[in-house]
């Protein structure tokens, strides 16, 4: 059963950083691509960010480019966002989330599995 | 403002065939297939519909995906107070290289 255990959400200060991780299990995590999606209170689903299952290619959405990295642990199974300069509208739940298939870059928009989310509040 | 453009609510009454819009541009939906996610209250979202049409093990019958050009439309034919959750479609743009939702349509079943 293919599971998705995302971690590391809290309470940050405005300009402050934090480091989300999404644990998987049953499927070969190096295979696959990664993304994660958010969603702030009351609001819809945005992309945030996707890596490659190699890691060799990194995409992002404009609004956190130059202020969010992700990476994976191949090795730990484990996939990570590093949150730098948050703002308040960063406030989100974050979910990782992944598909069992490989393909071109138009499926870098199915997400076929999706972790419980980890919400980030960011405030003074 | 979302790059795939939703309805931000539908509704129908149970057992009413209910359509879903979500247009977009030749940079994704024009070249890029559409995957629908369903949300409902206070859970993760869940696979819909994958590549414009195809539905995953488990879903019910009762939805159906389709394109043409750069719109996409998700039908839900009858309809069940079950299905009360938000919609959401997405898909790669090529020219922002990157993952485009649309704002979400909240349907209701009256």
């Known amino acids: 059963e293919v599971q998705l255990l995302e971690s590391g959400g809290g309470l940050v200060q405005p300009g402050g950083s934090l480091r989300l991780s999404c644990a998987g299990s049953?499927?070969?995590?190096?295979?696959?691509?990664m993304s994660w999606v958010r969603q702030a209170p009351g609001k819809g689903l945005e992309w945030v960010s996707a890596?490659?299952?190699?890691?060799?290619?990194?995409y992002y959405a404009d609004s956190v480019k130059g202020r969010f990295t992700i990476s994976r642990d191949n090795s730990k199974n484990t996939l990570y966002l590093q949150m730098n300069s948050l703002r308040a509208e960063d406030t989100a739940v974050y979910y990782c989330a992944t598909r069992l298939r490989l393909g071109d870059l138009s499926l870098y928009s199915l997400f076929e599995y999706w972790g419980q989310g980890t919400l980030v509040t960011v405030s003074s | 403002q979302s790059v795939l453009t939703q309805p931000p609510s539908a509704s129908g009454t149970p057992g009413q065939r209910v359509t879903i819009s979500c247009s977009g541009s030749s940079s994704n939906i024009g070249s890029n297939s559409v995957n629908w996610y369903q949300q409902l209250p206070g859970t993760a979202p869940k696979l819909l519909i994958k590549?414009?049409?195809q539905r995953p093990p488990g879903v019910p019958d009762r939805f159906s995906g389709s394109k043409s050009g750069t719109s996409a439309s998700l039908a839900i034919s009858g309809l069940q107070s079950e299905d009360e959750a938000d919609y959401y479609c997405?898909?790669?743009?090529?020219?922002?290289?990157?993952?485009?939702f649309g704002g979400g349509t909240k349907l209701t079943a009256l």
């Open positions: 590549s414009n049409n």
């Open positions: 890596i490659s299952g190699s890691s060799g290619s990194t």
């Open positions: 997405a898909a790669w743009d090529g020219s922002l290289n990157g993952v485009v």
């Open positions: 049953g499927f070969t995590f190096s295979t696959y691509a």
